[in-house]
C-alpha cells in the first residue's frame, strides 16, 4: 500500500542557524517534485522573536494553496512547559509541533556519570516533555529522544521506557501525533564523542534501528496513536525528503489510518 506523503516539518530560515531561506512557493514546486500532497512550514521557536509568523501567513494566504499549511517547532526548553508562543500568533497557526532541543545529551556517555546523574538528567527530559505537552495546545510530538538516540541508541532504555510510555498516554489522551524524523536516519555513524562505544558504523546504526523499531512498534501497538513525518529539512532541496520515513513506516506496519491528516485551521 501507498504511504500518503505529508511532510509536517519543513526549516525555511527564520531562526538562527537554520540555513536556507526560501518562499513557500518555492518550498511547493520541491516538494511537488517529491510528490508531497501537503506541506507544512514549521520555523522553529525558540525565542520570543517570532515576527515571522505573520509575515509567513500573509505569503502562505496570498498562494492560497489548501495543500500548504503554517506551522511552528516549538524548542520545549523550560521544566514549567511555558512556551514564547504569543497567543495572536498562535491564532495564525494551523498546527504546532514540540519537543526538547537543548538538553545535554553529549553528557549521558560520559563514563564518570552515576546513576544519580543519570537520574538527573531524564527526570529534567521527563518534565519539559511532560509539562510542554500538558500545558500546550500541540499537534505533533517531534522526533522522540532523537538526540539521546543518536549518542547512545539503547543504552539508558531503562530511563527512557517509563518517559516513553507517560508521554504516549498523554499524546494518546490530547491527540497528539508521534513524528517519524528523518534525521534519525540520516546520520549512520556515531557523534565523534560516541565513536569507541561501537564496533562499526553499521553496528551503530543497526542498534539504533532496533531501539526505533521497538519504540515506534509500542506506540503503534500499545496506544491509539497517529504518526506524522517530518524531513526536517533546512536546505530548499531536502523538502518533502521523507522516503526514509516512509519505508521505516512499512516496516512496522503503519497504515494510511495512522497517519496524521491535518487541516487547516485559519
Ligand atoms: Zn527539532
Not at 1 to 9: E, F, I, Q, S
Not at 129 to 147: A, G, M, R, T, Y
Not at 236 to 264: M, P, Q, R, S
Request: with cysteine.
Amino acid at each position: 500500500m501507498r504511504l500518503k506523503r505529508r511532510d509536517y516539518h519543513t526549516h525555511n530560515g527564520f531562526y538562527r542557524g537554520s540555513g536556507e531561506v526560501w518562499t513557500i512557493k518555492q518550498g511547493w514546486t520541491q516538494a511537488c517534485q517529491q510528490n508531497i500532497e501537503q506541506l507544512g512550514i514549521s520555523p522553529k521557536l525558540e525565542s520570543k522573536e517570532q515576527d515571522f509568523v505573520p509575515y509567513l501567513r500573509k505569503q502562505l494566504d496570498s498562494i492560497n494553496n489548501y495543500k500548504i499549511l503554517l506551522g511552528l517547532e516549538i524548542d520545549a526548553r523550560d521544566i514549567s512547559g511555558d512556551t514564547f508562543l504569543s497567543p495572536k500568533n498562535q491564532a495564525l497557526l494551523d498546527y504546532t509541533m514540540i519537543g526538547p532541543h537543548n538538553m545535554p545529551s553529549q553528557s549521558i556517555i560520559w563514563s564518570e556519570l552515576d546513576d544519580e546523574d543519570l537520574s538527573e538528567y531524564f527526570t529534567a527530559l521527563r518534565n519539559i516533555l511532560v509539562n510542554s505537552l500538558e500545558k500546550n495546545d500541540i499537534d505533533i510530538w517531534v522526533h522522540p529522544f532523537l538526540q539521546e538516540i543518536e549518542i547512545s541508541c539503547d543504552m539508558h532504555w531503562k530511563y527512557l521506557e517509563p518517559i516513553y510510555l507517560e508521554v504516549l498516554s498523554i499524546c494518546e489522551r490530547k491527540s497528539i501525533a508521534v513524528e517519524i524524523n528523518a534525521n534519525y536516519f540520516r546520520k549512520r555513524s556515531p557523534p565523534k564523542a560516541a565513536v569507541h562505544l561501537w564496533k562499526s558504523d553499521n553496528e551503530y546504526y543497526q542498534e539504533k534501528i532496533t531501539i526505533l523499531t521497538r519504540m515506534f512498534r509500542i506506540a503503534l501497538n500499545e496506544f491509539d496513536i497517529q504518526f506524522s513525518f517530518g524531513s526536517d529539512s533546512h536546505d530548499l532541496k531536502k523538502v518533502g525528503d521523507i522516503g526514509e520515513c516512509i519505508k521505516f513506516a512499512k516496516t512496522l506496519g503503519i497504515i494510511n489510518k495512522n497517519l496524521l491528516n491535518l487541516n487547516k485551521k485559519t
